[in-house]
């Protein structure tokens, strides 16, 4: 899973807007969009702030094998939720 998919379900699992996510960074709502489009990536401090606003690492946010727990979480509550 790559940086920009990993974010929209990081940012969703929060119940953020793009907006609301961009508050917490001090950035704008283009910007993040921007960041889950994939045509930019977070500088340095964005992925350090992101990765302590989500408690991931910064490996778990930009390694495209490494899926964070929050994630891992939703995609089992969505089986589980599946099956009822």
Do not use: C, H
Request: no cysteine; charged share 30%.
């Amino acid at each position: 899973m790559k940086f920009n998919e990993k974010l929209i379900k990081l940012r969703k699992a929060a119940g953020l807007s793009q907006e609301e996510l961009g508050n917490k960074l001090n950035v704008a709502r283009q910007t993040v969009s921007k960041w889950e489009l994939g045509e930019t990536t977070p500088e340095m401090n964005k992925l350090e702030e992101l990765s302590n606003l989500f408690e991931v690492t910064i490996d778990e946010l930009v390694k495209d094998n490494s899926i964070p727990n929050v994630i891992t979480k939703e995609m089992n509550q969505e089986k589980i939720d599946s099956l009822y």
